[in-house]
């Protein structure tokens, strides 16, 4: 058997993913505090990659990892060529434009929204026929709605519970995600029989 190559996202959905692969029989070797940014299944069929969620879809693309998992809003945020395998039903979350408000603040000039999600937050208003102006942070973005650095802003809700502590309120949802096994092409078709034998395991 061909050992598969794995890139997970560090942070919330590596701890998910790990619980989903030992839940179905998949141990792994792997210390919670350690910095190495490899590891394998005890077994060692699995060698897993630590990057950044954002990350994941360029390692799996450029040859870097046979397989990746990655939320469905990173991918559909940074369209990259790779085959969308399987929903592993984790990392579940929405992406909604959310404000201090629940319908649209009138304002005098375009609309500021403040996201992470630039690409689908421009195909979004373009749809709805509305041209705004994007500010682009890189984390909390919350706070941005908060303090009026923008009228509103488009990232995840999960249970509602950062919005809800912040005074904010969905205005509109614009997409479900949730965690899916990705592959690179090429891995798709050379190291098929252990893919299959992946996904089987895992469904
Ligand atoms: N609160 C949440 N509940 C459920 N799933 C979430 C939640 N936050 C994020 N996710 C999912 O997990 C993925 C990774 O999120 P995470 O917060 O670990 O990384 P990030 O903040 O996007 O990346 P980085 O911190 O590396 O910039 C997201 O793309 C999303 O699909
Ligand atoms: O609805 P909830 O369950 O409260 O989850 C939603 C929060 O989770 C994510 O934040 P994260 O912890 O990844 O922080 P960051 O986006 O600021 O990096 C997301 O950006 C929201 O802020």
Redesign the pocket.
């Known amino acids: 058997m061909k050992q598969l190559t794995i890139a997970l996202a560090k942070?919330?959905l590596m701890d998910e993913t790990i619980k989903l692969f030992n839940s179905k029989g998949i141990a792994i070797d792997y210390e919670e505090n350690s910095r190495k940014l490899i590891f394998e299944s005890k077994d060692g069929t699995l060698k897993f990659l630590i990057v950044r969620a954002q990350d994941v879809a360029t390692y799996v693309e450029g040859n870097g990892a046979d397989l990746g998992v990655a939320g469905l809003d990173v991918l559909t945020e940074n369209k990259k060529d790779v085959f969308e395998l399987m929903d592993l039903n984790i990392g579940k979350?929405t992406v909604v434009v959310a404000g201090k408000t629940r319908n649209y603040p009138d304002t005098p000039t375009q609309l500021k929204v403040a996201t992470?999600f630039v690409n689908i937050t421009d195909e979004f208003f373009a749809k709805k026929g509305m041209t705004i102006e994007i500010i682009k942070l890189?984390?909390?973005?919350?706070l941005a709605g908060v303090i009026g650095l923008a009228d509103c802003i488009v990232?995840?809700?999960?249970?509602?519970?950062?919005?809800?502590?912040n005074g904010l309120y969905i205005i509109e949802k614009i997409t479900e995600s949730s965690a899916f096994l990705v592959a690179n092409h090429v891995s798709y078709y050379t190291k098929n029989e252990e893919i299959t034998k992946l996904i089987e395991l895992l469904k």
């Not at 890189?138 to 919350?142: A, F, K, L, V």
Request: hydrophobic residues 20%.
């Open positions: 942070g919330r979350c992470k890189y984390g909390s973005i919350e990232d995840i809700v999960s249970t509602g519970q950062t919005l809800k502590e």
